[in-house]
């Protein structure tokens, strides 16, 4: 019997039917995996789950019984934690303060900090991190960010817990964790949710799949059952994806990007690097090595030593100058570093390349702007009931596309990307890869980070390998394979781990 079940849940927005009909169970012990394309309902189900909306048919039933919140710390209550894909922590406040909030210890009416401080360690041993528990979760990398946010929900000690792509920050050490985790949280009994554009993952931990697409569910069944991850792939999309990453060789022109001697704080030794327009450059590295660092530096959002240039021109280190330059850079975090959650979606596209689409200069050109908004929306299949519609209610791989679509709406000559896909559902990450096969032919030259190897391995021409703050490795495609690379990028004294 199930302990928690979803019963005919539906739910709308204004222009947007979120969840339609959605019913199934997930037993104790059990881990059920929700799968589906950007904006196919996925979040909104735990939102209603833990009580963030309402549903406007059907119920959640726990152990039988339907669930009606009346505050926010109803779901709670219930024994019922939501890990969220946008994380809800307090940057100003410790980490051990974040995990805790609502429950801190007390003595005598005080915090008392030293079993405040022990207990966070504790669960944050249990995730295999260690992290200062005074440390200000504002200055953490999202890697780090993404476990206490988990740990947060594992400290209310819950029966039924949601994850919402819960490792899209996460380094393959850190994924390993959190599935032992999350096993040793089945045996416990607990019932588990969890959502995720990584198809592998299903296999790796769920014991059944529901998929859903534009609210509706196509399907729910046990994972096990002769279902192969390009089954389930065209289930969700609705058609076959053969080769994800469609890779196409292309002819490189003259170098495009010209890195020397770069140094700045975050890294242990200067950099030099070079890429030719037309190249596909990947930058892989374990969480911590330095790539977001150094795209950083490179863009001039960072302070900087030695030279950067594009297409000869030597850049003094200034975001402006870049994007004036063509050399843009298209953040990870792009919750924090990009998005203007109140503005509209055009907005959001149009605010980099507005001083290019003026008139004179200074005047919005509304039709222009819309105009482009427009392109980027279709070209990214980007799901929006209007051009108006704030950002910051799009479903969150939606709002990663906008900030794509600022960058490319910009004279791009030289492309830089920090987890371009990192929450994008697998049939728009092939378009994603397709567009930037595009740019390189038409002579952009790219950089992109990501932590997901088999997507540098699959789209670039060539792979830049960092560890601890230095370059390791710079491996053309040809030689390019999962062993070597990950051997570069392992601190030499844990190779054993693996
Ligand atoms: N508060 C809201 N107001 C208006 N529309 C919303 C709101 N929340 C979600 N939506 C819309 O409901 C639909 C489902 O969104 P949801 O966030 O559940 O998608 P998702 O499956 O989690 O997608 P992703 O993989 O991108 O995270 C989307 O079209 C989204 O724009
Ligand atoms: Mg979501």
């Not at 401080?117 to 993404?146: C, F, H, M, S």
């Not at 975050?266 to 596909?280: S, Y």
């Amino acid at each position: 019997m199930a302990y928690l079940e979803f019963d005919s849940l539906s739910k709308s927005f204004p222009g947007v039917r979120a969840l339609d009909d959605v019913s199934f169970g997930v037993g104790e012990g059990s881990v059920h995996a929700i799968c589906g394309e950007n904006g196919a309902g996925k979040s909104t189900l735990l939102k209603i789950l833990s009580g963030v909306y309402r549903q406007d048919a059907g119920h959640v039933n726990l152990g039988g019984e339907p669930t009606i919140y009346k505050s926010p710390y109803g779901a709670i209550n219930a024994g019922v934690a939501v890990i969220y894909q946008e994380l809800h922590l307090v940057p100003e406040m410790s980490v051990a303060e974040n995990i805790f909030l609502g429950h801190l210890p007390q003595r005598a009416g005080l915090v008392d900090k030293k079993r405040l401080a022990e207990r966070a360690r504790r669960q944050l041993g249990a995730l295999g991190v260690n992290i200062d528990p005074w440390a200000k979760v504002g200055r953490l990398p999202i890697a780090l960010r993404q476990i206490v946010e988990i740990a947060k929900a594992l400290s209310h000690d819950a029966k039924v817990i949601a994850f919402d792509e819960p490792t899209s920050s996460l380094s393959a050490r850190e994924v390993e964790h959190l599935f032992e985790l999350i096993a040793g949280l089945k045996q416990q009994g607990r019932v588990i949710l969890y959502v995720t554009h990584r198809m592998s993952e299903v296999f790796s931990v769920c014991d059944a799949v529901t998929i859903l697409r534009d609210g509706k569910q196509v399907a729910t069944f046990d994972t096990p059952e002769n279902i192969t991850e390009n089954d389930l792939v065209s289930r969700m999309v609705g058609r076959s994806l053969n080769d994800i990453y469609g890779y196409r060789p292309r002819n490189y022109g003259n170098a495009a990007l010209e890195v020397s001697a770069l140094a700045t704080q975050a890294l242990a030794e200067q950099i030099d690097l070079q890429i030719r327009e037309g190249e596909i450059v990947g930058l892989f590295g374990l969480a911590g090595a330095g790539r977001t660092e150094l795209l950083r530096a490179i863009y001039g959002a960072a302070p900087r030593k030695g030279m950067v240039s594009v297409n000869g021109r030597s850049l003094n280190g200034s975001p402006s100058e870049s994007i004036n330059s063509g050399l843009m850079l298209c953040p990870e975090d792009r919750k924090s570093d990009g998005i203007f959650p109140l503005r509209s979606v055009s907005d959001n596209v149009n605010i980099s390349c507005r001083r290019r689409l003026s008139k004179l200069g200074f005047w919005i050109d509304d039709k222009r702007e819309k105009q482009n908004a427009r392109t980027q929306v279709d070209r990214l299949s980007i799901r929006t009931p209007t051009l108006e519609q704030p950002i910051g209610l799009l479903s969150g791989g939606n709002q990663q596309k906008v900030i794509l679509g600022r960058w490319l709406s910009e004279n791009v000559r030289v492309l830089m990307l920090d987890e371009p896909t990192r929450g994008i559902d697998v049939g728009a990450k092939r378009e994603i890869y397709d567009i930037i096969y595009g740019l390189a032919e038409s002579g952009v030259a790219v950089l992109m980070a990501s932590s997901e190897l088999p997507e540098v391995l699959g789209v670039c021409d060539r792979i830049l390998v960092m560890r601890e703050g230095r370059l390791v490795g710079d491996v053309p495609r040809s030689e390019a394979e999962q062993d070597n690379i990950i051997r570069l990028a392992l601190p030499p004294s844990t190779e054993a781990d693996f």
